[in-house]
């Protein structure tokens, strides 16, 4: 595929699934722009790109576990009022490459190098970009950060694992980050990928606190769940694979991370304690806002804050 190919909504849902035409129709509406670049001879993702009238700046969204630039199609509209807004699948997510691990490694560095190469392949100015990073997206942008420290005028993490805090973690999370635990809880994520994507969202919230994930989005994590022999599980396995390696990196440099930093955090996280943010925060210096009653995306569950989030990050 050709550097930029654009492969507008109607191109993509021309695809040989016919659903995808229905994940993408609101997106259609608001004239959104789908299309996929190459980043290198390896790797090639599907981004969005909501462009505004007269834009103040960029937004770029990344996404975390198992999901898909879809999560943020309706955030973006809203924003695109003001804001140019980007967002991508991650290599092994949606309809983004998924090569074999000798020809790229998934870890937390690694996506970062995509992560760089995406923003300068974009064309997209530093100096008005706010990055707005969850899960596993949040690391790399860190990582980032140490060594490109004007990488954006404002970075909003959360909901992730800076460091390496087993403690802080869902029970299947510290499984994944060593053997003889981790193969196991590969292989019962891919097997049970219908629940997770299911339930994912919902665990440790209050029958009250759920909610259902818009059609789309389901529609597009499990159409892309599994592609090329890769899996969205085994892609964060892999991660998982090389992630203790590099939260020791990130907190063995943390003097050198000099990029402006928020961190908001899901009080009713359960697959992440907010005990992680908390400390985090307090070793950078950032400030830091817990979110009542908010799980694990509050992306997801309340859009509305992550709309103000943005807007105050460019006051």
């Not at 576990?65 to 003001?82: C, M």
């Not at 402006?260 to 950078?284: L, Q, T």
């Amino acid at each position: 595929m050709s550097k930029d190919k654009t492969a507008n909504a109607a191109s993509v849902a021309a695809t040989p699934s016919s659903h995808m035409a229905e994940a993408f129709a609101s997106t259609q509406a608001a004239q959104d722009t789908i299309d996929f670049t190459e980043i290198d001879e390896v790797l090639t993702l599907r981004r969005m790109i909501v462009r505004a009238p007269a834009s103040k700046g960029t937004v770029l969204f990344l996404h975390g576990f198992p999901e898909t630039l879809t999560v943020w199609k309706d955030i973006a509209t809203t924003l695109a009022h003001d804001y140019d807004v980007h967002a991508f699948d991650w290599p092994g997510y949606g309809q983004s490459s998924r090569p074999d691990l000798n020809r790229f490694c998934y870890s937390p560095k690694a996506y970062a190098r995509v992560l760089k190469a995406y923003i300068e392949r974009a064309g997209i100015d530093r100096s008005k970009l706010v990055i707005y990073a969850t899960d596993i997206a949040a690391l790399p942008v860190l990582l980032l950060a140490l060594d490109e420290p004007t990488i954006a005028r404002q970075i909003i993490v959360g909901d992730y694992a800076p460091f390496d805090r087993p403690h802080y973690m869902w029970e299947n999370l510290q499984n994944l980050k060593a053997e003889p635990t981790a193969s196991p809880t590969r292989a019962y994520m891919n097997k049970t990928s219908d629940e997770i994507l299911q339930n994912v969202h919902r665990r440790g919230l209050s029958p009250a606190e759920q909610f259902d994930l818009p059609i789309d989005v389901q529609q597009d994590m499990s159409y892309s769940w599994s592609r090329d022999g890769v899996t969205s599980a085994d892609a964060f396995a892999h991660y998982y694979a090389n992630f203790t390696r590099d939260q020791h990196y990130l907190e063995a440099n943390l003097d050198r991370l000099k990029t402006p930093v928020k961190v908001i955090w899901g009080e009713k996280d359960i697959y992440i304690s907010s005990e992680m943010g908390i400390e985090f925060a307090g070793k950078i210096g950032a400030k830091l806002d817990v979110l009542p009653g908010i799980g694990h995306f509050p992306h997801l569950q309340n859009p509305k804050q992550t709309v103000e989030e943005i807007y105050a990050s460019f006051r």
